[in-house]
């Protein structure tokens, strides 16, 4: 019982911890692309991929607030696919391959 | 009375069945009733009031701290489903403007851009080295260094900053002075301006290079006309085309240029110029609508063009020169110049 109750307090800091990770992320990348600026340090894509590992952790582990890690899961994700998205198709448009 | 004795009676009260008597005796008993019952109304009336203006401190604690973390979910959620809005449009715009790789709409709008200065411009070109590109939301935009040679330098003309939004070519911001014409059709010669150009090239000074526009008083190969200019010390640019427009005082030149340009160029060295300008044409026929915006000529008439040319050949009737400003002068002494243009002037800059 106690062990259960720990995991579960585990499961919902991991979710927590992705959520947040996943908001700063986010905002930081609106920031990035409103001002058209690349403001992000060079560990940016750690943070993210922290952010996606911890969410899938507290996913498989019990968590009441299941909607908040999957919204954290979704929006380090979103980051890190727009982060891809923009480094390959800028290659891609290229006048002198 | 007893539970019973009160149920037998009441049922006789409601059938009109007790004496008056009875009756009498009966409705008094039920006033007594009445008063128990506001009685109880009261009591129960103020244990409501009581519970309501009073409820447990626990149970409201509970309450309002649900009451707050339902809140701030939703306003967490809220913020973070609006934080996702822009990412998504970014990942759209790039998709939209890079997927196909080689063959993206972007590379496309940059290809056509070059193109269409190429062979819309006598003796301009796109520095294909130093495009600037950016894409927006649902835009992409592009900065085009155009060059002219004048001697042996490239000379710096202007930026065209060119916008594709989604997939329309907004209108540029410059104003073309190009439009004017710079050739004169053998078919519909112009008033000739060979006296006047004649006077400038006179006055220029000795050590400088000039850029001259010169027409042609008939159709003529690739090959005649480098024979025409072969005594002439001097470098052939660009190649007027006809197009079988002839009588539009608003249709700008449309040729290709004489050299060879940057490899990423549609006028490369990979194979002869005159064969590439017809792909380049065949190209520009599928982006009619971004060719016209981006020459401000609405009557550009690519379709056309291409048919004239397929059936026709290319058959040049005006070229761009450059050269030394006193070697220019014997352009008079060549019997099919119709007129010339003078272009710009440089200091000397040649071999």
New interface residues.
């Given amino acids: 019982m106690e062990l259960a109750i720990k995991g579960n307090k585990f499961s919902r800091l991991l979710s927590l911890f992705s959520f947040g990770l996943g908001l700063i992320n986010l905002l930081s990348l609106n920031i990035a692309i409103s001002i058209q600026r690349n403001i992000f340090p060079s560990y940016y894509l750690y943070i993210v991929i922290l952010g996606v590992i911890s969410g899938v952790i507290a996913l498989f582990l019990k968590t009441n607030s299941k909607g908040f890690t999957i919204l954290g899961l979704l929006m380090n994700l979103l980051t890190g696919l727009t982060i891809i998205c923009i480094i390959v198709f800028s290659f891609s448009i290229n006048p002198s391959p | 009375m007893d539970k019973e004795q009160f149920n037998d009676l009441l049922n006789k009260y409601k059938q009109n069945k007790l004496s008056k008597e009875e009756e009498i005796l009966f409705e008094k008993e039920l006033d007594k009733y009445e008063s128990y019952q506001d009685f109880l109304d009261g009591e129960s009336e103020k244990d409501y009031k009581k519970t309501i203006s009073n409820p447990p401190s626990k149970h409201m604690k509970s309450l309002n701290k649900g009451k707050r973390k339902a809140i701030i979910?939703n306003a967490?959620?809220t913020?973070?489903i609006a934080?996702?809005i822009?990412?998504?449009c970014?990942?759209f715009s790039?998709?939209y403007?890079?997927?196909?790789?080689?063959d993206?709409r972007?590379?496309n709008f940059?290809?056509v851009a070059?193109d269409t200065i190429s062979i819309t411009e006598p003796n301009a070109t796109v520095d294909?080295?130093n495009?600037r590109?950016?894409?927006?939301l649902f835009s992409?935009e592009g900065d085009f260094d155009i060059y002219k040679q004048i001697g042996n330098n490239q000379k710096h003309l202007r930026t065209d900053n060119l916008t594709l939004f989604l997939n329309k070519v907004d209108q540029p911001e410059r104003l073309k002075d190009f439009n004017a014409q710079k050739f004169s059709h053998p078919e519909n010669p112009s008033l000739s301006t060979t006296n006047d150009v004649n006077q400038q090239l006179q006055n220029l000074p000795d050590g400088t290079v000039s850029e001259v526009f010169v027409s042609l008083d008939a159709f003529y190969s690739e090959e005649e006309i480098k024979n025409i200019f072969s005594d002439i010390e001097l470098d052939i640019l660009w190649y007027a085309v006809n197009t079988g427009i002839v009588d539009d005082t608003k249709y700008t030149a449309i040729g290709y240029p004489a050299q060879d340009g940057?490899i990423?160029s549609s006028f490369n060295n990979k194979e002869e110029n005159s064969k590439q300008f017809i792909q380049v044409l065949n190209r520009l026929n599928k982006y009619q609508d971004w060719a016209e915006t981006i020459t401000q000529n609405r009557s550009l008439n690519i379709n056309e063009v291409t048919k004239f040319i397929d059936e026709n050949g290319i058959e040049i009737y005006g070229v761009v020169v450059t050269g030394p400003t006193k070697e220019l002068l014997k352009l008079n002494e060549i019997p099919e110049v119709t007129n010339q243009n003078l272009g710009g002037v440089e200091l000397w800059n040649w071999r």
């Fill in positions: 979910s967490l959620m913020i973070a934080l996702m822009l990412p998504m970014t990942i790039f998709v403007y890079g997927y196909g790789i080689a993206s972007g590379n940059i290809q070059a294909f080295q495009i590109t950016n894409v927006g992409m940057d990423n």
